[in-house]
């Protein structure tokens, strides 16, 4: 029961260029939204975030827009540079409870 | 300051063996979380500490996976005889009462 979802396996960009990363979800019940990076061999690390109370949330390079109508979330990294190159993963918490649930990851590769 | 650790960070064991993975999250974190990572797949949620309480448990995979935690401090996550499936990385989180969630390396645990 994927109840978040990360379509889109890998995606490559030209240094310089924007990034979109999306991630769909099925429970209407999630009230919180983050984005993580994740190196390899590394645990993933917090990037950014949103209240689903907003649709947007900008934070230097990076913006996260929420459209709840449509249960789907997209990461923007602009302008995107080769030290992006990682797995991002999406995740949504359930309000009131703190379990996240996870997305399986979108490989980004940024070339130079 | 300090992260969160976890060790071994690599661990190989026979199948059928026990294993005993732990994860010393940051000093004042209440939350502790515990995930699974199978190869080419996002982070399966297995358990979460509030302090030393489990309140929820229901991602462990079977009665072979049990979790414990002592205080605000130390976690132990363990496997009693280890079947080839239980390969993965396990991750280990902690947060304070954001969202956010702080991870370690990871142990990768090979069942052979």
């Known amino acids: 029961d994927q109840q978040v979802k990360q379509n889109s396996p890998s995606l490559s960009v030209q240094e310089g260029r924007i990034s979109i990363l999306n991630c769909d979800y099925t429970n209407s019940m999630f009230d919180y939204f983050l984005w993580y990076k994740k190196y390899p061999a590394e645990g993933p690390t917090f990037l950014i975030s949103?209240?689903?109370?907003?649709d947007k949330n900008e934070d230097g390079r990076f913006t996260v827009f929420l459209n709840k109508s449509a249960k789907h979330l997209s990461l923007h990294i602009v302008p995107s540079q080769p030290g992006d190159s990682a797995v991002y993963f999406c995740a949504a918490r359930v309000g009131n409870f703190n379990k996240f649930y996870f997305g399986s990851g979108t490989k980004l590769n940024v070339k130079p | 300051g300090a992260g969160v650790s976890q060790s071994p960070s690599n661990k190989v064991t026979e199948k059928g063996k026990d294993v005993e993975l732990r994860c010393d999250p940051i000093s004042g974190h209440t939350a502790l979380y515990w995930y699974r990572q199978r190869l080419g797949q996002g982070l399966e949620f297995l358990i979460y500490?509030?302090?030393?309480?489990?309140?929820?448990k229901s991602g462990l995979p079977s009665d072979r996976f049990s979790a414990e935690r002592t205080g605000e401090s130390v976690s132990t996550l363990t496997i009693q005889r280890t079947q080839q499936e239980d390969s993965a990385v396990y991750l280990c989180?902690?947060?304070?009462?954001?969202?956010?969630?702080?991870f370690g390396p990871g142990t990768r645990l090979t069942v052979t």
């Open positions: 500490f509030q302090g030393n309480s489990a309140p929820d």
């Open positions: 949103i209240s689903s109370i907003k």
């Open positions: 989180a902690s947060s304070t009462q954001r969202y956010e969630q702080y």
